[in-house]
């Protein structure tokens, strides 16, 4: 599960807070948005782990094993729709937001961009692969780990979540450190 769109929603959140809502933009975006895993012919192998994992921690029942041979992209949707479900409800019950139509889109280098702060190290090695090229910017953004920048001691790798209420633990992390790091950007 990749949480950037809890991050953005905390994110907007906090700065229409401080009055800031229409003076800086923020948005989440993901290194790995247009993987090829979206147009790959056989995706079984990409996911078999993840729905093993699922099945193992209760979210997927064990008839999903035997459908992986069959329809791979279905189980895949399946799982994609709980962590959407999940997501928009916590978004909801935490911040009275409705945030059910977020556009995923790969990160591009943005000229504007002056703060990037990705949620985990896979994240962070991406977003610095993109910006890597000396010539696509002047003065080059910072880039740092969302907790990190934010002075908050965990870690935002979610690991195996088998439940709505270990996906809430997790995105309360997310959403500390996001406004938390608003609050600090603002003050810089």
Not at 38 to 58: Q, R, Y
Not at 100 to 129: F, M, N, Y
Request: charged residues 30%; aromatic residues 6%.
């Amino acid at each position: 599960m990749e949480d950037l769109q809890v991050a953005e929603a905390a994110g907007k959140s906090e700065a229409k807070s401080l009055g800031y809502e229409t003076k800086v933009r923020i948005s989440s975006s993901g290194t790995m948005a247009d993987f090829p895993l979206i147009t790959t012919p056989d995706i079984k192998p990409a996911i078999v782990s993840f729905v093993t994992e699922a099945v193992k921690n209760g979210l997927l029942t064990e008839d999903r094993l035997v459908m992986l041979d069959e329809d791979p992209r279905k189980i895949l949707d399946e799982l994609v729709e709980i962590e959407a479900r999940w997501r928009n409800r916590y978004i909801r019950e935490s911040m009275g937001m409705i945030y059910s139509s977020h556009i995923i889109r790969q990160t591009i280098v943005r000229p504007e961009a002056r703060l990037i702060l990705p949620i985990d190290e896979k994240t962070l090695e991406g977003v610095r692969d993109i910006y890597d090229n000396p010539d696509n910017l002047n003065p080059r953004p910072t880039i740092a780990l969302l907790p990190e920048f934010a002075g908050v001691d965990c870690n935002l790798h979610d690991g195996n979540i088998s439940s709505y209420n270990g996906y809430r633990e997790f995105a309360k992390n997310v959403e500390k450190s996001a406004r938390l790091a608003v609050r600090k950007a603002l003050r810089d």
